[in-house]
């Protein structure tokens, strides 16, 4: 079953994470797995780590405003501002080479075909492409919503803006952090460049994130007021066909659905998810409106 | 009243209606001790002062002892001289004898052997010693006796300042005491001074109560160093009169300062006060070329003091602009301020520098130096002056400037450990928004805000769109 370990990603550690699947009931509601708990766990991992980051880069960024300087001083002033940047920036680093780590594994010693093409990559294809553009048809009126594929466009983007935003900022982080090392083989302009480059993406990372994120994964009506399906890792059938039909087809079509059916979540963890996302989302908004502010005043 | 009493009035009104004609002292006798105030002091006390203070008590009346022409004092003291010149003290006394004069200086000097000095005060004070005393418009006419005798004027009798009074009863409305006729060089300082037209009494205002006057060095005297703050403060630590006379209110910031501290709770004598850097008599606006704190003075000025300061800052390029006219050039007190003497190592000393490099600022502003400065914290920070030096600050060209080509790697290794050659490369002033002079970093500013903007945009619209349909499908 290659498709499968596509679907959930097998981390030694945490065991295989799909559950035992339970006997059909018509009468309720049923689950599906459409993250796996290490995909999970890395995105709250990143959620965190990408909070603390721009909490304390856009403070940096920023430093002339008067709530930088005050969340500076309310926290021990510029060295923990530091500290605590590099401490998430670290913390991630290693997520993003876990998840390379990862991904070499499943591409050169699995050989997993569906993970570089086909309808569970991440891969932009055409399919993308004819979904962007019947999408703005649907927004006009003109056509039919699109069916997508398990993920969307927009899901693509996200995850390749984050993907190369981690390269671009955070190399040129390690070269700012670095300064003297890396001063040895890159030209002058280089060191100067890399804190352009470095404040300018993060800016773009922080705001894209604040705003097109939570509003296509949270806030638009479909998802409103908050898709727990991330920290949960389960979307119910109802939400399955509604927002990745072709792939709901797809599994039903190949017999396979019944093998990503799961428990519903416990309710503590429906709680536990929509506390935590909401709090997410408020302090993203909240530097959100900070950041675009400041930004518009510089 | 005693025989000895009735005799001292019988002379003293004969001299006072004339009868005695005064010796006149050579007015270019400037080494008179009597010319100047510390030399009369010094001379009362010096010459046998109960005579010298008698015949002042007596005759001044006429004939205050700077302007005394033909005066009975002059002969009487050519009389006594001889004896005190001996000793070698100074001779005060000059002029012709005459006849007449000679004959009161004789009397005066049977008077002297007998009468006590003090006894024209006395004399006054038996009316005047009562405190509370008032003349008719109920202004207060009384004296402090022990205040007056304890002052550094108790040698000197009523008359000697109350020219005016000759004998009793004296007028309801006796002449002013004019202080110049013994201090006239002070005086002559203040003609043309910030002080000259003050409506107030200009001498009692800063010596204190007349009857009261302290020698300089008395720790009680208005005027002694650790004093002269609050004595100025009368005055210019009055917002209200601050204002009325556009000045700005600098005694509490002086107050505040580290000179201030040093004199007020250190009670540092060469600590700064007022009279340190203004002077006492002449006080000139600081528009004053003349002035100690006219802006090309003010290096020579802190320099009384600060001497090594001055020397570094003399060599750097604002001490030679300075030097050569340039009075936009930043002296001392543009940095450090006037009286509130700001710390240098503070944050403010940015844009203190900035407010002159308006360029260099704005390029400081966008380093992640400038960052982590505004955050403040206790992460030591490279500000202007870390680089550039303070007080002799050299051009970059110059080969001892820290920020020289070849004194770079040791300039950012102070901080940044490991720095080297590839290292100092880093351009801390370069201006990404400068197409010519960071042609690079522009066009890669340029690049990462159009991406940002593209990004933005696209997700925007394709955001606002996808509401407005969800809506209308919802409706």
């Not at chain 1, 913390?91 to 991904?103: K, V």
């Not at chain 1, 090392?181 to 804190?195: M, S």
């Not at chain 1, 994130?209 to 509003?215: C, L």
């Not at chain 2, 109560?209 to 100025?232: E, F, G, M």
């Given at each position: ?40 766990y ?12 721009a ?19 309310a ?23 876990y ?35 019947g ?14 594929e ?51 993406e ?78 997410a ?5 909240l ?11 510089e | ?33 009597l ?32 302007r ?69 418009a ?105 204002k ?55 290096p020579?000025?802190?320099?009384k ?11 750097g ?98 901080c ?60």
């Amino acid at each position: 079953m290659p498709d499968q370990a596509t679907l959930v990603e097998e981390i030694p550690s945490l065991g295989p994470l799909t559950a035992a699947v339970p006997p059909p009931d018509p009468g309720r509601e049923r689950f599906f797995v459409r993250f796996t708990l290490a995909q999970r766990y890395m995105h709250a991992i990143m959620f965190v780590t990408f909070l603390g980051l721009a909490a304390t880069g856009l403070t940096i960024r920023f430093s002339t405003n008067t709530w930088a300087q005050h969340f500076a001083l309310a926290i021990g002033g510029f060295g923990t501002i530091l500290f605590l940047h590099k401490l998430c920036a670290v913390t991630l680093t290693l997520e993003f080479l876990y998840h390379l780590q990862n991904i070499a594994v499943r591409i050169l010693v699995r050989k997993e075909k569906g993970l570089l093409w086909g309808p569970d990559s991440m891969v932009p294809n055409l399919k993308d492409l004819k979904d962007i553009l019947g999408n703005f048809r649907w927004f006009f009126g003109r056509g039919p919503r699109p069916k997508l594929e398990r993920y969307a466009y927009w899901e693509k983007f996200d995850y390749w803006s984050v993907f190369w935003g981690m390269i671009i900022i955070g190399l040129s982080g390690y070269v700012m952090w670095f300064g003297p090392f890396f001063g040895r083989f890159l030209p002058g302009w280089a060191l100067n460049a890399v804190q352009i480059v470095h404040g300018e993406e993060a800016l773009l990372a922080a705001t894209f994130i604040f705003s097109i994120h939570f509003i296509n994964a949270h806030l638009r009506p479909d998802n409103f007021p908050m898709d727990t399906t991330i920290f949960t890792g389960a979307q119910t059938e109802e939400e399955f066909k509604e927002r990745h039909p072709e792939e709901y087809q797809r599994l039903l079509a190949e017999g396979r659905l019944e093998q990503t059916v799961t428990t519903k979540p416990p309710t503590w963890l429906m709680n536990f998810s929509k506390v935590t996302g909401f709090t997410a989302v408020l302090i993203g908004v909240l530097l959100l409106v900070l950041t675009v502010s400041a930004y518009f005043r510089e | 009243m005693s025989p000895l009493g009735k005799l001292k009035k019988v002379w003293a009104k004969s001299l006072l209606s004339g009868k005695i004609n005064p010796v006149r002292w050579p007015e270019s006798e400037t080494n008179n001790p009597l010319n100047n105030s510390s030399g009369l002091l010094s001379a009362s006390n010096r010459l046998n002062g109960r005579s010298l203070s008698l015949f002042t008590t007596e005759i001044s009346g006429t004939t205050r002892p700077r302007r005394l022409s033909s005066s009975p004092i002059a002969i009487a003291g050519s009389l006594l001289l001889p004896a005190q010149q001996e000793n070698g003290k100074p001779a005060i006394a000059k002029g012709s004898l005459r006849s007449k004069a000679f004959v009161a200086a004789c009397v005066l000097l049977l008077l002297a052997s007998f009468s006590p000095a003090i006894q024209s005060q006395t004399d006054c004070l038996s009316c005047h010693g009562d405190v509370t005393m008032q003349d008719a418009a109920g202004h207060n006419v009384g004296v402090d006796a022990n205040a007056f005798h304890s002052s550094v004027h108790s040698d000197l009798g009523c008359s000697a300042c109350h020219a005016s009074i000759k004998a009793y009863p004296h007028p309801d409305h006796p002449q002013p005491v004019k202080c110049v006729s013994c201090h006239a060089d002070e005086a002559a300082a203040l003609v043309g001074s910030v002080h000259e037209h003050s409506a107030d009494q200009p001498c009692t205002t800063c010596h204190g109560t007349a009857h009261a006057i302290l020698p300089k060095d008395n720790p009680k005297s208005a005027v002694y160093p650790l004093n002269i703050p609050a004595t100025c403060g009368k005055c210019h630590g009055d917002a209200a009169m601050a204002k009325q006379h556009h000045l700005a209110n600098v005694y509490p910031q002086y107050m505040d300062s580290i000179h201030g501290y040093a004199v007020s709770q250190e009670g540092l004598l060469v600590a700064a006060n007022c009279e340190s850097c203004h002077g006492s008599h002449h006080v000139l606006s600081h528009t004053d070329p003349k002035s100690p704190t006219f802006k090309a003075a003010i290096p020579a000025t802190c320099g009384k003091c600060h001497a090594g300061i001055r020397t570094q800052y003399t060599a750097g390029v604002h001490g030679t602009a300075l030097a050569a006219g340039n009075l936009n050039a930043p002296s001392c007190t543009d940095c450090h301020t006037a009286h509130t003497i700001g710390q240098p190592t503070m944050a403010q000393s940015t844009p203190m520098c900035g407010s002159c490099h308006q360029a260099q600022l704005s390029t400081y502003r966008d380093t992640f130096h400038s960052q982590v400065s505004n955050l403040g914290s206790y992460v030591e920070v490279a500000r202007c002056s870390d680089c550039h030096g303070e007080h002799e600050i050299l051009p970059a060209s110059d080969p001892r400037s820290p920020v020289n080509t070849a004194n770079l790697v040791k300039t950012c290794g102070r901080c940044h450990q490991g720095a080297n050659a590839g290292f100092v490369k880093y351009s801390p002033h370069a201006n990404p928004h400068n197409r010519h002079t960071s042609p690079l970093l522009y066009t890669i500013r340029l690049a990462m805000v159009l991406l940002i903007s593209g990004v933005m945009s696209f997700f925007l619209i394709h955001s606002l769109l996808w509401l407005i349909r969800s809506l209308v499908e919802k409706a």
